[in-house]
Every structure is written in structure tokens, then in C-alpha cells.
């Protein structure tokens, strides 16, 4: 994994931990695995993520738990039917709130997947009206995998600030429609198999090298341009992206298991937008279902005047 945005200026040292705990509430954040955010660095940042489960066949994995991107993408690219997720069930989210309310003062705010991708968003609200004296709040974000990257950055800047948990969630639903995420897909292999488009489409799309570039903006999921070529996708992505990216805010990058496209791309958004920092996830269950191995993509923030798909899209 490679990481060059640093985000050690965010976390506090133990003893500001201590001094935040005695004169603030403590919000604990959570997360649902789909966020594809690796477990280790979930740790490092005080965050819970808790796994949806997947399915290959009559096999059951905990995402992200069981099931690692490496091992997923091995066992899609043998598998005859796609795989299927459950949402996280509202008695588990019963189990991660009671665990995570270890004093009268905790607060919670979690951060899901968007509701037109999974019901766990569903699951949170109905596990939240079991504790109807604590303070939960709990948000759809409108994206969903490394989308939820910018939004986790700011959550927890604002936690080890000492916000609490009304302040934070007010910030995430302020900003979380500005969040774009786009990914250019290798093959439309994995989208025909879904029932997203027909095989006819899938064999043509292939010959032409057609990539489809999928875009999930403000909870809308659409695909927004086919073109051919890697290149072409990598020249769409960069160019959007310098029109409308909020700078402040470093992006997230993902891919699916290919470190050379990575790289290619990684350049290209270099080369147009100047970025220098950058965070970098493999893509999970939920996307990577659908984009199967060798997709890379990237989100980040909207400038504020940047109207979503702005005159250059």
C-alpha cells in the first residue's frame, strides 16, 4: 500500500488524548467495512469499522476480516455468478453502540455507505432508536469506499480537535455532496455479469478497449462517459478533476490489484493537477464487484464554486 498524504498531524499524542477525554465527550467513529479503509490503519486512527458480510456461493466472509482485497479479486476472476453483500444487521450495530458507549459522556457518529448501494445505512437508524438517551448520529454519505476518505479525514481532525459529536455530523452533512468519486473500469466483464448492461454490449465494449468511467456524486450513480483507452480515461479524470478540486483537501486514489495503472494514472494527475499528497486504497466488495481487478479511480473534494460535472465534463 502506498501512502504519500501523511495524516499524523491529525492524531494527538496520548497525554492530549487524556486532556480531550477529561474536558470533552468522546465521539467514537464508525465506519462499515465497504469503506474499504485497511483495518491496521483504522487502528492507528481510533476508528471501529464494522464488516459486511460476502458471499461467494454458499461460502460466508467478513469483509475485510476473512476476506482481504488480494483474496477477493482472485476468487472473482474464477467465479461463474458475482458474489453477493449483506448490510450489516441492526442487532450487530446494537453490539458495536453498547461497546462502544463505555461511559455516560461517549458520543457516536458514523459514517455508511449510500443507501442506494446497501440497506446498513437503514440498519444504523434502527439500532440508533434502541438508545434513544445517547447522542448518535448516524449519516448516509452519499458514496461509498475510498468517496468516504475525505469525510473519515474530517472527522477525525475534528474528534482529536475535541468537537463533539453534533458538530462533527453537522460538517459531514454539509460537505458530503461535495464529494466526487470517479473510477474508469478495465473491462465491462464484471458490469455484464451484474445484469448492468447486455453480453452483446460487454463483447463490443471489449473489442473497442471501450473503458466506462463510473461516477457517484451527492448519492447519484451513474455511468458518465465511455471512452477508449486507458489514456483517455486517465486524460477525463485528470481534467475534471483540476476544474473542480477543492486543494485544501488531498485526494484518495484506489485501484484493484494493479500497481503499474496505479502509477500511470498517478502521473497523469500529476502532470494536470499539480497534486503532490495523495492517500491510497485497494478497492473492496462493493465497487470492485462490479470493476473486477485492474480499475483505478479517484474522490476528493469539490471546490465550494464548483458546480458537480462542471462546462469541461
Same mark, same amino acid.
Given at each position: 500500500?502506498?501512502?504519500?498524504?501523511?495524516?499524523?498531524?491529525?492524531?494527538?499524542?496520548?497525554?492530549?488524548?487524556?486532556?480531550?477525554?477529561?474536558?470533552?465527550?468522546?465521539?467514537? %467513529? =464508525? !465506519?462499515?467495512?465497504?469503506?474499504?479503509?485497511?483495518? $491496521? /490503519?483504522?487502528? @492507528?486512527? #481510533? %476508528? =471501529? !469499522?464494522?464488516?459486511?458480510?460476502?458471499?461467494?456461493? $454458499? /461460502?460466508?466472509? @467478513?469483509? #475485510?476480516?476473512?476476506?482481504?482485497?488480494?483474496?477477493?479479486?482472485?476468487?472473482?476472476?474464477?467465479? @461463474?455468478?458475482?458474489?453477493?453483500?449483506?448490510?450489516?444487521?441492526?442487532?450487530?450495530?446494537?453490539?458495536?453502540? @453498547?461497546?462502544?458507549?463505555?461511559?455516560?459522556?461517549?458520543?457516536?457518529?458514523?459514517?455508511?455507505?449510500?443507501?442506494?448501494?446497501?440497506?446498513?445505512?437503514?440498519?444504523?437508524?434502527?439500532?440508533?432508536?434502541?438508545?434513544?438517551?445517547?447522542?448518535?448520529?448516524?449519516?448516509?454519505?452519499?458514496?461509498?469506499?475510498?468517496?468516504?476518505?475525505?469525510?473519515?479525514?474530517?472527522?477525525?481532525?475534528?474528534?482529536?480537535?475535541?468537537?463533539?459529536?453534533?458538530?462533527?455530523?453537522?460538517?459531514?452533512?454539509?460537505?458530503?455532496?461535495?464529494?466526487?468519486?470517479?473510477?474508469?473500469?478495465?473491462?465491462?466483464?464484471?458490469?455484464?455479469?451484474?445484469?448492468?448492461?447486455?453480453?452483446?454490449?460487454?463483447?463490443?465494449?471489449?473489442?473497442?478497449?471501450?473503458?466506462?468511467?463510473?461516477?457517484?456524486?451527492?448519492?447519484?450513480?451513474?455511468?458518465?462517459?465511455?471512452?477508449?483507452?486507458?489514456?483517455?480515461?486517465?486524460?477525463?479524470?485528470?481534467?475534471?478533476?483540476?476544474?473542480?478540486?477543492?486543494?485544501?483537501?488531498?485526494?484518495?486514489?484506489?485501484?484493484?490489484?494493479?500497481?503499474?495503472?496505479?502509477?500511470?494514472?498517478?502521473?497523469?494527475?500529476?502532470?494536470?493537477?499539480?497534486?503532490?499528497?495523495?492517500?491510497?486504497?485497494?478497492?473492496?466488495?462493493?465497487?470492485?464487484?462490479?470493476?473486477?481487478?485492474?480499475?483505478?479511480?479517484?474522490?476528493?473534494?469539490?471546490?465550494?464554486?464548483?458546480?458537480?460535472?462542471?462546462?469541461?465534463?
Amino acid at each position: 500500500m502506498m501512502f504519500t498524504f501523511s495524516i499524523q498531524n491529525h492524531m494527538i499524542s496520548r497525554a492530549s488524548a487524556r486532556k480531550v477525554e477529561r474536558c470533552y465527550p468522546m465521539v467514537k %467513529i =464508525i !465506519v462499515d467495512s465497504t469503506s474499504d479503509i485497511p483495518r $491496521e /490503519e483504522a487502528e @492507528r486512527l #481510533g %476508528i =471501529i !469499522v464494522v464488516p459486511l458480510t460476502v458471499r461467494f456461493g $454458499e /461460502e460466508e466472509f @467478513r469483509d #475485510g476480516v476473512d476476506l482481504l482485497p488480494p483474496e477477493f479479486f482472485a476468487r472473482l476472476a474464477l467465479c @461463474r455468478d458475482l458474489p453477493t453483500t449483506s448490510q450489516v444487521s441492526s442487532g450487530v450495530f446494537m453490539d458495536t453502540f @453498547r461497546d462502544a458507549l463505555t461511559d455516560k459522556d461517549d458520543e457516536i457518529v458514523g459514517l455508511f455507505l449510500t443507501h442506494r448501494l446497501s440497506g446498513t445505512y437503514q440498519s444504523a437508524c434502527i439500532a440508533r432508536n434502541s438508545f434513544p438517551r445517547r447522542k448518535i448520529y448516524v449519516i448516509d454519505s452519499g458514496t461509498g469506499s475510498y468517496g468516504l476518505w475525505p469525510l473519515v479525514q474530517e472527522a477525525v481532525r475534528m474528534r482529536d480537535e475535541g468537537r463533539s459529536g453534533a458538530e462533527i455530523a453537522a460538517r459531514i452533512d454539509e460537505i458530503k455532496g461535495r464529494v466526487m468519486l470517479r473510477i474508469a473500469l478495465e473491462t465491462l466483464k464484471f458490469v455484464q455479469k451484474g445484469g448492468r448492461i447486455p453480453m452483446t454490449a460487454a463483447v463490443v465494449g471489449s473489442l473497442l478497449h471501450v473503458k466506462p468511467i463510473l461516477r457517484i456524486q451527492d448519492g447519484k450513480i451513474e455511468i458518465e462517459k465511455k471512452v477508449r483507452g486507458n489514456q483517455a480515461a486517465y486524460d477525463f479524470m485528470a481534467k475534471a478533476m483540476d476544474a473542480e478540486w477543492d486543494r485544501s483537501c488531498p485526494p484518495s486514489l484506489a485501484s484493484a490489484q494493479c500497481p503499474d495503472l496505479l502509477a500511470a494514472f498517478v502521473r497523469r494527475l500529476r502532470s494536470e493537477t499539480g497534486m503532490e499528497e495523495y492517500d491510497h486504497h485497494e478497492l473492496g466488495t462493493v465497487i470492485g464487484t462490479y470493476s473486477g481487478p485492474g480499475a483505478v479511480g479517484v474522490a476528493y473534494l469539490l471546490r465550494e464554486d464548483a458546480a458537480p460535472g462542471s462546462e469541461m465534463l
